[in-house]
């Protein structure tokens, strides 16, 4: 296997600095004359194994996936895993770690991707995405080290993922907010929210916010888990512009909600786009035009968001927590 990505992290302070627990793509290396190589992880042996397809047998959809004629089921042609990446200062690498989190079941066979961590008590709790033949669910990993995981099993259902826990309870439940995907489209993506009483467990399922304006009416869903601010819950959000019109995938930016602190269902203030592709890691890539972030860290009076950036890299940008409370709209 070689890499092709590494991105879209889930982020942490810790008393070492940032932890970041990052999603590592991978292709087979070999290639063959008017084939596809579909990489899996198969349960019985633990490791990957390459399916190989004709190429006049599948439908290519994007850079990420083909569609198999014969019975229109989609396949991913990379697998991904999770690493634990360290910096002190949350701008540089200082250490890659061996430890790896790896698929280990049925339901993760294809990959899993894009973690999300937030702290709760002395535990770090992994959202995390679990793709397979039986769809794209989110499932929920805890650990207190990084080095062991316990996996506590699927949360949401195919279609299901970005989906982030607040860090504490709020009136005696646990909140997550989801992204339920419908394969009839009634509606364009929207964010849901529901509460548990023990993380496990989810219920009281309601509609939360959809796109409304051009940057985000192509899909809209949560970024990173919400912190805790004086004005209220922050919750970095992502939005894609794609219309049903559109060839490729649209672009993918980054902005800011503000939640009430004691109903999290109530939006004081939204920022519209905070920001947006303009680099070249950002415009180029193996998905282009894509900031989609995945994790946040305050320090003092700034926020470090990280990303993945154009599905290849990860960035960190810097904001004035003063300066994004500021965007925020009221009344919305």
């Known amino acids: 296997m070689e890499v092709i990505g590494v991105f879209n992290p889930g982020a942490i302070a810790t008393d070492d600095g ?3 627990l990052v999603r590592v793509a991978e292709q087979p290396v070999e290639r063959r004359m008017g084939f596809t190589a579909l990489p899996r992880w198969d349960v019985e042996s633990k490791s990957v194994v390459v399916d190989w397809l004709r190429n006049d047998e599948c439908d290519p ?9 014969k019975d229109s089921l989609t396949r991913l042609t990379f697998l991904s895993h999770l690493r634990v990446v360290r910096s002190r200062d949350g701008k540089h690498v200082d250490s890659v770690e061996d430890t790896a989190f790896w698929p280990s079941n049925t339901y993760e066979e294809f990959g899993v991707e894009d973690p999300r961590i937030t702290r709760i008590g002395d535990t770090f709790y992994i959202t995390y995405v679990a793709v397979s033949r039986h769809g794209v669910a989110t499932a929920l990993a805890s ?12 949360l949401f259902p195919p279609e299901n993922k970005d989906v982030v826990l607040f860090p504490e309870r709020i009136g005696g439940d646990y ?8 394969a009839t489209p009634f509606t364009k993506p929207e964010m849901w929210l529901a509460t548990s009483p023990d993380l ?13 304006e051009e940057w985000d009416i192509g899909r809209i869903g949560a970024g990173t888990p919400p912190i805790r601010t004086a004005a209220g819950w922050l919750e970095i959000y992502h ?6 019109e559109d060839s490729g995938i649209g672009i993918y930016c980054g902005g800011a909600l503000l939640l009430d602190l004691e109903n999290p269902r109530r939006i004081i203030g939204r920022s519209g786009r905070l920001f947006v592709p303009e680099t070249k890691y950002e415009l180029e890539g193996f998905v282009p035009n894509v900031v989609f972030p995945t994790g946040i860290v305050l320090r003092d009076d700034t926020a470090l968001i990280y990303y993945g950036a154009a599905d290849t890299y990860i960035a960190v940008v810097e904001f004035s927590l003063a300066d994004i409370l500021n965007s925020l709209r009221s009344g919305c």
Do not use: M
């Not at 959809?61 to 004629?69: M, P």
């Open 18 to 20: 940032v932890l970041l």
């Open 175 to 182: 909140y997550a907010l989801h992204r339920p995907n419908a």
């Open 239 to 244: 939005g894609n512009s794609k219309r049903e």
């Open 143 to 154: 650990t207190k080290d990084f080095k062991s995981y316990e996996r506590l099993g699927i």
């Open 200 to 212: 496990i467990h989810w219920g009281h399922h309601e509609q939360f916010l959809g796109g409304s």
């Open 61 to 69: 959809r994007d850079q990420r996936v083909i569609k198999r004629k």
